[in-house]
Structures are given as structure tokens and as C-alpha cells.
């Protein structure tokens, strides 16, 4: 009699022994891992903890606003000079490729603590001159905003080498989720304010300059420990990741809704002080989430069956694995000599493509102009009598809620297929709503208050989101070149949009309103801005439309790639039905 051939179906079929008579099945507790074994992966999330430690305290260009009217002031200088000092900030996006050079020549470490004394000296010099403790001419405060906005490409730079180097398996979730917490930093900072010194704006410069410092050197340990990874982990390994980066996001929401929800009771300096530590608890809990991982699979196996049992069908993907696979069903990158959208795209055939320069106008008309507005809320909130650290945390609140929501497309994908660039589409329909909800009623506290968080929804969102679409639409391995070509539209928004509206606000400011310098001058009122938020609007429909004929464009590439996807997941079944 011929044996009976094993299928993949027995291998995963447990033994008669682990059901009771009644059939229910028997959970045995497992025998603990080595200690030293937790230890080693404990020390892989340390990596990511510092990461978002990092990151938390380094989005400090988002604050401008809050003491931007002290520095104006101080300065006596225009609207429009004031602007340029906050394109300067974002023109250190530009020189964002010197890092990379750095990192050839320099660990990674030296880059971090780089990173810390641009941002010491950057923003330290500014605290000196807003304080006036020394005076400088304004060449120099603008070379010293200059070094502030390159301090923050440098720790992003550090960041993102820390997540592809310690999660090589599942570096997308492990880079959007660090990079959602820069846009809590806003939030952070007006809460340190509130707690310690609320009657000085010049505070923020001076928490600016040495936070990072100090986060760096916190963040030093386990950016030196260099923990082992296992490049091919095993089930359940990618099981017990998975569970802690969900832990790890349902906290980050915590920690926004907390930051959010204590903005409404900063004006009590000892209740400010008791969300400060809150905040901090919340920013340390993620250390312990990996241990509380490992604890429930020991102690509560049952649980822990059940919940591998009723799976949601979230998968993690190895990056690398995926795009060796690919190119194993497609086949060549290219048919015949025509370069595919899904390809690696040069510099040359880059900007010779009509979806880059839809994709350029639609981030140039969207998340640009986001960010141009958060870098003037402290002059609307000033015009229209409002406070600008609430606007700053709301924004930075709703921010950080848009960077988590970029991980939609790949938390929703079994449920709601819907490509990338049509998310993008999406987040930017806020945009123009909320332009014209300040067009028409800006002078309520409650439209503004509105507008403000359905605007840094978007364009959280639109940053968060950028990077993957650059990956998918251009090339994995260009994303880091194309990437930086894509965000100069920053600069040039921030310029352009900052000139205008500063042009638009001296021209309806108060002659009479003026500072003790006669080039600083105050608009108050709703006209001050009035034509700004309409102008505004329209172009962000102008975004939206482009992106809308983006996402018409690459629904066929999309297609490709999840055809792809699909062969490479029935051939690796068909692998293991015969083995």
C-alpha cells in the first residue's frame, strides 16, 4: 500500500493530542525564551523609540508662528522680511543631500549630534536676539534660520537610516510611524510653554535649541547598541512585530488626542504642568510595549491563539523580498526601450513625465500651501484676536492625525481597494473647504479653529504619503534623488505663497498701528487676510484638479502591481502545495 503523501495542509494541522475529548482545542504554554534573547529583541524597538523621540522634538519649524511676532518685532521689520526668514527655515530643505554625503564619511552617531548643534546654534543665536542680549543685522538671523531648517533635514536623514537599517522587514510602518510624530512637535513645544513660562514667547526658541540636544543625547544609547537582525524572521516573529506596532499606534493616538485635548487647559500653569508629564509618560510607554508582547504569548497562549486564529489579514511585507519577486514576474523593467510608470525613473526622464509635474503642481497647490499657512497663524491669529499656541496645537494635532492616516492604503488594502494617489486625492479635498470656510467666516473662533485642523489633516497627510507614491510611480531606488526634486516645489511655494500674502497684509494694514520701528507694521481685522484665504482656495482646487488626473493616469500601474502581487502570492502557494 502507497504511503499517504503529506500536503502543506498537514504541516499546519495540529496533532490529535492538542484538542480535549469534547474537540475544543488544548493551548499549552510555551517554555520562555531566553532572557537574553528578549533582551536582543527588546533592543531592536529601543532603535524606533529613539527614533520617534527624535522626531517628536525636531519639527520645530512648525512653531515659527507662535513667536514669529516677537521676532518681527523685535527686528522691526515688514511682513515681507519676516517671510523670507521663514523660507530660509524651509530652504535648508534644499541642501538636505549634504547629510547623505555626511553619512558616507561619518557614523551616524557624529551625523545625529551634527544634526543637535546646527539646531543648538540655529535657534540658540535667534533666543540671544529676541532676548536682546546681543544684536544682530538680519543677514545673520537669516543664515542662523537658514542653519535651523538644515538641522531638521539632518535628523530626519539620521531617522530614516535608523528605521531601514533595524526593521528591514517592515521599514514602510516603521518610517510612518516616526515620522508621524514630527508633527506633534508644535503641540509639544506649546505645552513646555504653557508649563513653564507662558508670559514669554521667546521660550520657544530657547526649548528649540536645547530639547534635541538633549533628546539626542537620550536617543545615543540604542543608536550605539547596533542590535542583531534576523533578515529572514520567522511567522512568529512578523506575528509579534506586527502586535507591537499596533500597540505602538494605538498609543500614538493617545498621545495626540492627549496633546489635543489638554490645549483647552493650558491657561492653569500647574494643570499644564501635569499634561507635560503626561505627554512624556505617553512618549516613554512604547519601551514597554514589546515586553507586554512577549508577556501575553507566555503567560496567555490561549489569547494569543485566538487572536492569531481571527487575523484581520494584516500583513507584514518585506520590502526588499517584494521587489525581488516582482522583478521575477515582470520580467524586464522595460518594454522594448519605453520606460514604465513603476520603474526606476533618472533625473532626465523624471521631468520629461506629465504624471511628475501633475504629482509637482498637486503637492506645490496642497501640502505647500498647508505649510505656508502654519507659518503664518501667528499673524492671523493677531489680526483676528485669537491665540496663536492653540492654532499651533491644533494644527500639529490634526497633523499628526493625517502622517497615521497615510497608513490607510496598506491597513485597508484587503477591505477598500483604493490606489495611493487616490488617498492623496482625498486628503486634499479639506484643503479649499477650509480656505473658504476662512474666506467667509474667519472673524468665529470656531471656523477658525475648524479651518486650522482640517488643514493640517491634509497636508500631514500629503507629507506622510509623498514619499511612498515618489517610490511607487518613480522607482524604489530613486526615491531618495526624485524625492528631493519633488519637495523643492517647499521653497518655492513657501517664498512665492509667504510673498504674497505679507504683500496682501501691509497693504491692508493701519498706518497708524505701527511699532516703535516705522517698517514693522500690525493688520488687524478680517481683511487682513481675506483675499489671501480666496486666492488660496482656488489654487488648491488647481492641486486637487491635478491630482484627480494623477490618479486617473495611474490607476493602470496600480493594476500592474497588484497583478503582480497576486501572481507572486499563487505561485509561492503553488510552491508550498508541493512540497
Given at each position: ?50 527614533a520617534i523621540w527624535i ?24 511682513q515681507v522680511r519676516l ?38 546654534v540655529g535657534y540658540g ?455
Amino acid at each position: 500500500m502507497r504511503p499517504r503523501i503529506r500536503d502543506a495542509s498537514d504541516k499546519l494541522r495540529p496533532p490529535r493530542s492538542s484538542f480535549h475529548h469534547d474537540g475544543e482545542p488544548k493551548f499549552h504554554r510555551k517554555h520562555p525564551p531566553p532572557l537574553r534573547t528578549m533582551f536582543g529583541r527588546w533592543r531592536k524597538w529601543t532603535v524606533l523609540v529613539a527614533a520617534i523621540w527624535i522626531q517628536a522634538s525636531t519639527g520645530t519649524n512648525f512653531d515659527f508662528s507662535a513667536y514669529s511676532s516677537h521676532l518681527k518685532s523685535v527686528l522691526g521689520i515688514s511682513q515681507v522680511r519676516l517671510n523670507y526668514l521663514a523660507v530660509a527655515s524651509d530652504l535648508g530643505k534644499a541642501f538636505g543631500w549634504s547629510s547623505g554625503i555626511a553619512l558616507v564619511y561619518f557614523p551616524l552617531s557624529v551625523v545625529l549630534f551634527a544634526a543637535a548643534a546646527m539646531g543648538f546654534v540655529g535657534y540658540g543665536v535667534q533666543w540671544l536676539v529676541i532676548t536682546n542680549i546681543i544684536t544682530l543685522p538680519y543677514s545673520l538671523v537669516f543664515l542662523c534660520c537658514l542653519l535651523a531648517g538644515l538641522s531638521i533635514c539632518w535628523f530626519n536623514t539620521a531617522c530614516f537610516i535608523l528605521c531601514i537599517r533595524h526593521f528591514p522587514t517592515n521599514r514602510a510602518l516603521a518610517l510612518s510611524l516616526s515620522v508621524s510624530f514630527n508633527g506633534i512637535s508644535a503641540a509639544l513645544y506649546s505645552l513646555a510653554f504653557n508649563a513653564l513660562n507662558p508670559s514669554s514667547s521667546n521660550l520657544y526658541l530657547l526649548l528649540n535649541s536645547l530639547v534635541p540636544l538633549v533628546v539626542s543625547l537620550a536617543a545615543l544609547y540604542p543608536v550605539l547598541i547596533k542590535p542583531s537582525i534576523n533578515p529572514t524572521p520567522d511567522s512568529e516573529s512578523r506575528r509579534q512585530d506586527s502586535h507591537v506596532f499596533a500597540i505602538m499606534n494605538v498609543v500614538a493616538v493617545i498621545t495626540s488626542f492627549h496633546l489635543l485635548l489638554s490645549s483647552s487647559s493650558t491657561n492653569v500653569t500647574s494643570s499644564a504642568r501635569l499634561h507635560l508629564v503626561g505627554a512624556i509618560f505617553l512618549l516613554v510607554f512604547p519601551l514597554c510595549a514589546p515586553l507586554l508582547v512577549y508577556a501575553r504569548d507566555y503567560y496567555f497562549p490561549d489569547i494569543n491563539q485566538r487572536l492569531h486564529n481571527d487575523s484581520s489579514g494584516y500583513v507584514m511585507l518585506n520590502i526588499d523580498e517584494l521587489k525581488m519577486q516582482k522583478a521575477s514576474v515582470t520580467g524586464t523593467a522595460k518594454e522594448g526601450n519605453i520606460v514604465r510608470l513603476g520603474d526606476e525613473h533618472s533625473f532626465g526622464l523624471l521631468i520629461s513625465r506629465l504624471e511628475f509635474w501633475l504629482y509637482y503642481i498637486a503637492y506645490f497647490c496642497g501640502g505647500t500651501i498647508g505649510l505656508v499657512y502654519s507659518n503664518n497663524l501667528g499673524q492671523i491669529a493677531q489680526s483676528l484676536g485669537q491665540s496663536s499656541t492653540t492654532l499651533v496645537t491644533i494644527y500639529s494635532s490634526f497633523s499628526f492625525f493625517g502622517r497615521l492616516l497615510s497608513a490607510a492604503p496598506d491597513f485597508m488594502h484587503k477591505r477598500f481597494r483604493l490606489t495611493r494617489t487616490g488617498w492623496f486625492t482625498i486628503a486634499l479635498l479639506p484643503t479649499p473647504i477650509a480656505f473658504f470656510l476662512l474666506a467667509i467666516s474667519s472673524l468665529q473662533q470656531t471656523a477658525l479653529q475648524t479651518a486650522t485642523a482640517l488643514i493640517g489633516l491634509s497636508s500631514g497627510f500629503i507629507f506622510a504619503a509623498a514619499v511612498s507614491i515618489t517610490s511607487e510611480l518613480f522607482g524604489p531606488n530613486s526615491v531618495g534623488v526624485n524625492h528631493n526634486i519633488l519637495i523643492t516645489n517647499i521653497p518655492i511655494g513657501s517664498l512665492l505663497y509667504g510673498f504674497i500674502a505679507a504683500s496682501i497684509y501691509e497693504a491692508n494694514a493701519n498706518p497708524e498701528i505701527r511699532t516703535v520701528v516705522s517698517d514693522s507694521v500690525v493688520c488687524i481685522g478680517r481683511d487682513c487676510y481675506h483675499k489671501t484665504f480666496v486666492l488660496w482656495g482656488f489654487l488648491s482646487l488647481l492641486g486637487l484638479a491635478a491630482s484627480l488626473v494623477l490618479y486617473m493616469r495611474t490607476k493602470p500601474v496600480y493594476h500592474r502591481i497588484e497583478q503582480d502581487r497576486v501572481s507572486v502570492t499563487t505561485s509561492s502557494y503553488k510552491d508550498v502545495d508541493s512540497m
